[in-house]
């Protein structure tokens, strides 16, 4: 073909699109069963074809006859399937019932029609323990069944690929051409290891968000809606005026301004009330990437939480990118979302092998 190509299964937002994109792939088709995350997706990339749907309820060969595609066309096939399974987030006790968790195995119904040269998938490292571990295990020996040489899968970091942002995230690669894939190598480092290695410095917070206009509680930016900060009660507010800018954490209040369930001993989520730090990346984002009581998820340095926009940059997302939902199903598909700025890493070296073997 003339390009290379890619499908997107668990699209989301469309993160990982962006991404493929970016560096010159044709996006071909995505499913995504949520109707506002794949409104989301549709305002991004109308192009591409949108199954609104259960990836189980897809026919294989039925998107690669809409999408002109013949057995061995198809560059990538890209598996981020649902992470809340495999998160240590998830602490439920369903959490080993959760159905999703065998999800991405539906993906080798696609592998087994389609025979993309290569399949990209990316999870949370706890993916590969806990009471789901034989996912991955039964999902390499399928693709190994199917001729694909698979590589180990190894637990890489956003922030170590130019993403301003803590993010661990399993990466599986296998391909069934002569070139394997691998794994770029990293562009970033912390400072100290930086100087010694020629490599640049970790992106930070403030390389991501000072440039932004400063806010208040409950108040928007007029020329950006995402930019736009949750209202907080005068309680929190008070909290916030406690906790030292640049990393201070929920350690630093007064007796008097501790929540009562903190005053039971230090257990618990302790990033929960936490600034982010101007000088360094920051931790990972979630679903609740926007609220005060689900993580670090307070400004550095003003008395607010992030707002979607903050968040977003945070994500690697241009401002040019457009979000469907209200603000918690926007800051819910942000915080989900791939980085696109570590997409863009493994979609290039992709890109390369697709390159050298069309000479």
């Not at 369903?94 to 029609?113: G, I, N, P, S, T």
């Not at 009660?233 to 030292?244: G, M, S």
Request: hydrophobic share 35%; proline share 7%.
């Amino acid at each position: 073909m003339e390009f290379p190509t890619a499908i997107d299964l668990f699209a989301g937002c469309g993160g990982v699109t962006l991404g493929f994109k970016n560096v010159g792939f044709k996006v071909l088709a995505a499913v995504e069963i949520n109707p506002v995350v794949a409104e989301t997706f549709r305002l991004n990339h109308p192009e591409v074809i949108m199954y609104e749907c259960d990836v189980r309820k897809v026919d294989p060969r039925e998107m690669m006859e809409r999408c002109g595609l013949r057995v061995g066309e198809l560059t990538v096939l890209s598996v981020c399937a649902p992470c809340q399974p495999f998160s240590r987030q998830n602490r439920s006790e369903k959490k080993k019932e959760d159905l999703r968790a065998y999800l991405v195995l539906d993906a080798l119904r696609f592998v087994a029609e389609m025979k993309p040269w290569f399949v990209f998938l990316e999870n949370v490292p706890g993916m590969e323990k806990g009471p789901h571990k034989d996912i991955v295990v039964r999902f390499i020996n399928e693709l190994k069944r199917n001729g694909y040489t698979v590589l180990s899968p190894r637990v890489v970091d956003a922030v170590d690929y130019g993403v301003p942002q803590f993010r661990k995230r399993l990466i599986l690669l296998a391909g069934n051409r002569g070139e394997s894939p691998f794994f770029p190598e990293t562009t970033h480092a912390s400072p100290k290891i930086a100087l010694e290695t020629g490599k640049s410095s970790w992106r930070t917070v403030a390389d991501a968000i000072t440039d932004l206009p400063p806010l208040r509680a409950g108040e928007q930016s007029a020329n950006d809606p995402l930019h736009k900060a949750r209202r907080h009660t005068p309680l929190t507010l008070e909290r916030l005026r406690n906790i030292p800018h640049n990393g201070g954490s929920r350690d630093s209040l007064p007796p008097g301004l501790q929540l009562a369930c903190h005053k039971r001993g230090r257990t618990g989520y302790h990033d929960v009330y936490g600034r982010m730090d101007f000088s360094r990346p920051s931790n990972t984002l979630t679903t609740g990437c926007t609220n005060l009581t689900k993580g670090r998820f307070a400004h550095p340095e003003q008395d607010r939480a992030i707002t979607p926009r903050e968040a977003a940059r945070l994500q690697t997302f241009p401002d040019s990118y457009r979000f469907n939902g209200n603000y918690e199903q926007v800051s819910a598909q942000i915080g989900n979302a791939v980085p696109v700025l570590l997409v863009e890493v493994f979609a290039d070296m992709f890109y390369g092998l697709w390159k050298r073997s069309n000479r």
